[in-house]
C-alpha cells in the first residue's frame, strides 16, 4: 500500500514558477514508478509526466516539454513537478500517481496502469 499526498499547489502570474511535491508513505515506493496528472475544471484528466523508479527515465506530455521537470528523491519518499514558464491553460487539479513494478526504467502516460493516487493541489495561473 502506497498514500500519497500532494503540496505545493496555488497561484501564480503567467510566465511564472511553481514546484509540487508528493510525498509517499509505504514500504513498496521505492519500486513505483510515479506520475502527474491534471484535471481542468469541464476537461478529461489527462497526463503531464512520469518517471521510473530508478530515476533513470522520464517522459513528458507535448504541452509541458521544455517547461516542466520531473524528479525524485528517494531518501524522502518524494517525486517532484517542477514547473517553469507556466500559461493560463496549465490551470487544473494537479494529481501524483504511483505504479509497482519490478522493471527499473518502465515509465508509463497510461492513468489506467496506476495504482495508487493522491487527492491533487489546486494550481491556478492567472493575472
Known amino acids: 500500500q502506497v498514500q500519497l499526498v500532494e503540496s505545493g499547489g496555488g497561484l501564480v502570474q503567467p510566465g511564472g514558477s511553481l514546484r509540487l511535491s508528493c510525498a509517499a508513505s509505504?514500504?513498496?515506493?521505492?519500486?513505483?514508478?510515479m506520475g502527474w496528472f491534471r484535471q481542468a475544471p469541464g476537461k478529461e484528466r489527462e497526463f503531464v509526466a512520469a518517471?521510473?523508479?530508478?530515476?533513470?527515465?522520464?517522459y513528458y506530455a507535448d504541452s509541458v516539454k521544455g517547461r516542466f521537470t520531473i524528479s525524485r528523491e528517494s531518501a524522502e519518499n518524494t517525486v517532484y513537478l517542477q514547473m517553469s514558464s507556466l500559461k493560463p491553460e496549465d490551470t487544473a487539479v494537479y494529481s501524483c500517481?504511483?505504479?509497482?513494478?519490478?522493471?527499473?526504467?518502465?515509465?508509463?502516460?497510461?492513468?489506467?496502469?496506476?495504482?495508487?493516487w493522491g487527492q491533487g493541489t489546486q494550481v491556478t495561473v492567472s493575472s
Open positions: 500517481a504511483a505504479r509497482f513494478t519490478i522493471f527499473p526504467t518502465s515509465v508509463t502516460m497510461f492513468e489506467n496502469e496506476y495504482n495508487y
Open positions: 509505504g514500504r513498496t515506493f521505492s519500486r513505483c514508478a
Open positions: 518517471i521510473s523508479w530508478s530515476g533513470g527515465s522520464t
